[in-house]
Nanobody, 117 residues
Framework: QVQLVESGGGLVQAGGSLRLSCAAS????????MGWYRQAPGKQRELVAV???????NYADSAKGRFTISRDNAKNTWYLQMNSLKPEDTAVYYC???????????WGQGTQVTVSS
């Protein structure tokens, strides 16, 4: 059974940076997409960034130029480096894993990111 464990959330002032990590335990397929989503109070969960097993990335418009997603295949871990944070980035951030061969989806427990103005 695959489990995702997130770390790295917290409270930061506007303009600051945070780095989120997500580690997958268990055996995962190499063909996959690793991503980050977020959900602010009263809003739907939205995609922030995703990286596939080939290294291709895709970002929400709100994240482009400020956030960088990366992955370490040897550690089954992926990261979200967030710079120039804004109060509107405040949300619970969830990591997500999609396994292409099985169409399986896994979610992390969520980590709170709060950006103060």
């Amino acid at each position: 059974q695959v489990q995702l464990v997130e770390s790295g959330g917290g409270l930061v002032q506007a303009g600051g940076s945070l780095r989120l990590s997500c580690a997958a335990s268990g055996s995962i397929f190499r063909l996959n997409a690793m991503g980050w989503y977020r959900q602010a109070p009263g809003k739907q969960r939205e995609l922030v960034a995703v990286i596939n097993s080939g290294g291709s990335t895709n970002y929400a418009d709100s994240a482009k130029g400020r956030f960088t997603i990366s992955r370490d295949n040897a550690k089954n871990t992926w990261y979200l480096q967030m710079n120039s944070l804004k109060p509107e980035d405040t949300a619970v951030y969830y990591c997500h894993l999609f396994e292409t061969p099985t169409y399986s989806n896994y979610w992390g427990q969520g980590t709170q990111v709060t950006v103060s103005s």
